[in-house]
């Protein structure tokens, strides 16, 4: 059933037209038949034609972008075979786009979207403030850095700033007000102000193993061996978990990002990354650190790719100084003081080359080896703002999953550089066909669950609005005797948690979600079919989860019901009660059949109550 008042449609009318404001181009393989769920949080189509669509940055002489190119002027292939070029746009910072003048309609009160409400235009920029792998020195030093960057911020340059610890979180998000992204670095209790990774081993720390290592080698080479191989698996186990919490970061970052239409470009500033870590033949066993990530890695590439973004990988150190400047009085250095300058300038060296490939593969570029940030972000800027967007329909329609290598080259050499993304995963269509004939099975941990945790980025996979209207509570009922209609909506149980003590609000919430964001699958009776989850959390300000709610909505819509669906959308209603000290709501939604999330936080106070607000019927 898709019941809904007046002014909730007018509402889903509201959220259509902000979706066809801010739908986003095409931006990667696409097509033009039925979608599946590809398992890594997108869909993989099986198609006629796989479209893909670059962005190209060309510069020249001091790394400045070259402008006034046209179509002709570019050569590109796949996989060694020339390609046609369909589409072809240049993006200016000196010329703004008219798009860019768009103005968005403004929501009505106690309406909330997570569409993000950031204008059309060519570009935005995000900031991301690595504490997982970054000293704290360096934290701190960035954070100064950045500090005088943005108070000389160019007028309407769009920045959102995250800080990535052991989860990534949203410090401010999109605006061009220098003074709102000056304060959110400069918040004491949000972390921008540096904080000590528990997974990042320390110089002093690093420095006192190896000593004792040293002391061992001439009386017990064989302990001496046995913790050298003990620190190295130690080492390679944080660096595994880091890795994994980083993926998982720029994963969520991708997801966040999606709903932006253009590209988005990713300025990253990080003291280490180790995409690979490759086998040690100096340890008696030389594959006892190894660990493989390949296929996160490949994951978070295609999400990237998917949601157009470029990642530019900025060192965190700065120049520095080497450790043997710290020598002895008389000047003699010893042997383990001249190997640690050569063991650092390996470590460096190996920091920088994943730097390149990370900005290489995403078409971005790297920037290390400066003590001036502010300079390596002007050139971000210059860099991520002046590029050209190409299209073309691949002639390699295998759907074999292999992957499929980019080059784009300028008809006659001139010497300059082009930056791009490198390449992309065709589909597999032995893996699309197994999964259409054996759907997974649910998994234990429920899909929607992590995307519910307080502070992390908004999932704009699927875009939905939240009316919320605030009352007083009526007396607790036991959440178990009340059962869900089916199809029809949720009624008032007021949350899961049985144990809420004092004096309650209830919250009225009217989920809306625009079909186009859902994935129906039509049945042998012609009926089209879509399972969603809806789920609200009620978060104190420490983030502990107060009350919730989580509940499995299935639709079975005729094609009457389905086409009055495909113009209002659907809707369900919830309502869940929060004590005095609730501090935010966090809505989303899960389509289980294209394995897509959207989701929402909403401060509490942002809520006015219902004698303030206008109502119409």
């Given at each position: 059933?898709?019941?809904?008042s007046c002014s909730a449609l007018r509402l889903v009318l509201l959220l259509g037209g902000l979706a066809s404001l801010l739908s986003p181009p095409l931006k990667s393989q696409t097509a033009t038949k039925t979608a599946q769920p590809d398992g890594n949080?997108?869909?993989?189509?099986?198609?006629?034609?796989?479209?893909?669509?670059?962005?190209?940055?060309?510069?020249?002489?001091?790394?400045?972008?070259?402008?006034?190119?046209?179509?002709?002027?570019?050569?590109?292939?796949?996989?060694?075979?020339?390609?046609?070029?369909?589409?072809?746009?240049?993006?200016?910072?000196?010329?703004?786009?008219?798009?860019?003048?768009?103005?968005?309609?403004?929501?009505?009160?106690?309406?909330?979207?997570?569409?993000?409400?950031?204008?059309?235009?060519?570009?935005?920029?995000?900031?991301?403030?690595?504490?997982?792998?970054?000293?704290?020195?360096?934290?701190?030093?960035?954070?100064?850095?950045?500090?005088?960057?943005?108070?000389?911020?160019?007028?309407?340059?769009?920045?959102?700033?995250?800080?990535?610890?052991?989860?990534?979180?949203?410090?401010?998000?999109?605006?061009?007000?220098?003074?709102?992204?000056?304060?959110?670095?400069?918040?004491?209790?949000?972390?921008?102000?540096?904080?000590?990774?528990?997974?990042?081993?320390?110089?002093?720390?690093?420095?006192?193993?190896?000593?004792?290592?040293?002391?061992?080698?001439?009386?017990?080479?064989?302990?001496?061996?046995?913790?050298?191989?003990?620190?190295?698996?130690?080492?390679?186990?944080?660096?595994?978990?880091?890795?994994?919490?980083?993926?998982?970061?720029?994963?969520q970052l991708a997801q966040y990002l999606s709903g932006i239409p253009g590209r988005k470009n990713v300025a990253w500033f990080s003291g280490a990354f180790p995409v690979a870590i490759f086998p040690d033949p100096s340890l008696p066993d030389r594959f006892?650190?190894?660990?493989?990530?390949?296929?996160?890695?490949?994951?978070?590439?295609?999400?990237?790719?998917?949601?157009?973004?470029?990642?530019?990988?900025?060192?965190?150190?700065?120049?520095?100084?080497?450790?043997?400047?710290?020598?002895?009085?008389?000047?003699?250095?010893?042997?383990?003081?001249?190997?640690?300058?050569?063991?650092?300038?390996?470590?460096?060296?190996?920091?920088?080359?994943?730097?390149?490939?990370?900005?290489?593969?995403?078409?971005?570029?790297?920037?290390?080896?400066?003590?001036?940030?502010?300079?390596?972000?002007?050139?971000?800027?210059?860099?991520?703002?002046?590029?050209?967007?190409?299209?073309?329909?691949?002639?390699?329609?295998?759907?074999?999953?292999?992957?499929?290598?980019?080059?784009?080259?300028?008809?006659?050499?001139?010497?300059?550089?082009?930056?791009?993304?490198?390449?992309?995963?065709?589909?597999?269509?032995?893996?699309?066909?197994?999964?259409?004939?054996?759907?997974?099975?649910?998994?234990?941990?429920?899909?929607?669950?992590?995307?519910?945790?307080?502070?992390?980025?908004?999932?704009?996979?699927?875009?939905?609005?939240?009316?919320?209207?605030?009352?007083?509570?009526?007396?607790?009922?036991?959440?178990?005797?009340?059962?869900?209609?089916?199809?029809?909506?949720?009624?008032?149980?007021?949350?899961?948690?049985?144990?809420?003590?004092?004096?309650?609000?209830?919250?009225?919430?009217?989920?809306?979600?625009?079909?186009?964001?859902?994935?129906?699958?039509?049945?042998?009776?012609?009926?089209?079919?879509?399972?969603?989850?809806?789920?609200?959390?009620?978060?104190?300000?420490?983030?502990?989860?107060?009350?919730?709610?989580?509940?499995?909505?299935?639709?079975?819509?005729?094609?009457?019901?389905?086409?009055?669906?495909?113009?209002?959308?659907?809707?369900?209603?919830?309502?869940?009660?929060?004590?005095?000290?609730?501090?935010?709501?966090?809505?989303?939604?899960?389509?289980?059949?294209?394995?897509?999330?959207?989701?929402?936080?909403?401060?509490?106070?942002?809520?006015?109550?219902?004698?303030?607000?206008?109502?119409?019927?």
């Amino acid at each position: 059933m898709l019941q809904r008042s007046c002014s909730a449609l007018r509402l889903v009318l509201l959220l259509g037209g902000l979706a066809s404001l801010l739908s986003p181009p095409l931006k990667s393989q696409t097509a033009t038949k039925t979608a599946q769920p590809d398992g890594n949080g997108g869909r993989v189509f099986q198609a006629n034609a796989r479209i893909v669509v670059l962005d190209v940055v060309v510069t020249g002489k001091n790394r400045r972008p070259l402008t006034g190119l046209h179509k002709q002027d570019f050569v590109l292939s796949e996989d060694g075979h020339p390609q046609t070029i369909s589409f072809f746009e240049e993006h200016s910072s000196a010329q703004p786009s008219p798009a860019s003048q768009a103005t968005l309609p403004d929501l009505p009160p106690n309406v909330f979207t997570n569409i993000p409400r950031v204008k059309t235009s060519d570009a935005v920029m995000v900031l991301v403030l690595d504490s997982l792998n970054t000293p704290l020195d360096d934290q701190r030093y960035v954070r100064a850095q950045m500090l005088k960057y943005l108070k000389k911020l160019e007028p309407g340059r769009r920045i959102a700033i995250f800080i990535l610890g052991t989860q990534l979180r949203l410090l401010q998000g999109f605006t061009d007000d220098p003074a709102l992204l000056v304060a959110a670095i400069n918040e004491r209790k949000n972390g921008a102000r540096g904080q000590i990774s528990p997974l990042l081993q320390s110089d002093a720390e690093t420095a006192a193993t190896q000593e004792t290592i040293d002391s061992l080698m001439p009386y017990a080479p064989e302990a001496a061996a046995d913790m050298k191989q003990f620190a190295a698996e130690e080492g390679a186990t944080r660096s595994s978990v880091r890795i994994k919490l980083t993926l998982q970061a720029f994963q969520q970052l991708a997801q966040y990002l999606s709903g932006i239409p253009g590209r988005k470009n990713v300025a990253w500033f990080s003291g280490a990354f180790p995409v690979a870590i490759f086998p040690d033949p100096s340890l008696p066993d030389r594959f006892g650190a190894q660990r493989d990530d390949q296929a996160e890695i490949h994951k978070t590439d295609a999400l990237l790719a998917s949601a157009q973004v470029a990642i530019y990988p900025i060192g965190a150190e700065g120049v520095g100084t080497d450790s043997f400047s710290t020598a002895g009085a008389d000047n003699r250095l010893t042997e383990k003081q001249l190997s640690q300058p050569q063991q650092q300038g390996q470590e460096r060296n190996a920091n920088r080359a994943a730097m390149d490939v990370i900005a290489k593969d995403t078409g971005g570029a790297a920037f290390y080896g400066t003590n001036s940030l502010t300079d390596a972000m002007d050139h971000v800027a210059a860099h991520a703002s002046n590029f050209y967007t190409l299209t073309y329909t691949s002639t390699n329609q295998a759907t074999d999953g292999k992957f499929r290598k980019i080059q784009v080259g300028l008809a006659s050499s001139r010497g300059y550089q082009l930056d791009y993304r490198r390449g992309y995963y065709a589909d597999d269509a032995k893996s699309i066909q197994a999964a259409a004939a054996n759907p997974a099975p649910k998994p234990a941990a429920d899909p929607l669950s992590p995307f519910l945790r307080p502070g992390l980025p908004q999932s704009t996979q699927i875009p939905f609005t939240l009316q919320v209207t605030r009352r007083s509570a009526p007396p607790k009922t036991n959440p178990a005797s009340i059962a869900a209609k089916p199809a029809t909506g949720i009624p008032g149980q007021g949350g899961d948690n049985p144990n809420l003590q004092g004096a309650l609000t209830r919250y009225s919430v009217d989920l809306m979600i625009p079909a186009h964001g859902l994935q129906f699958d039509m049945a042998s009776d012609g009926h089209r079919h879509v399972s969603v989850e809806a789920a609200l959390v009620v978060y104190d300000r420490q983030g502990k989860p107060l009350n919730w709610m989580l509940r499995q909505i299935n639709l079975n819509l005729d094609a009457a019901r389905y086409a009055v669906a495909q113009t209002s959308g659907v809707n369900f209603f919830l309502e869940i009660d929060a004590p005095e000290d609730g501090s935010s709501l966090r809505g989303g939604v899960y389509d289980l059949n294209a394995n897509l999330a959207g989701t929402l936080e909403i401060p509490l106070s942002a809520i006015v109550t219902p004698a303030t607000t206008t109502s119409s019927k």
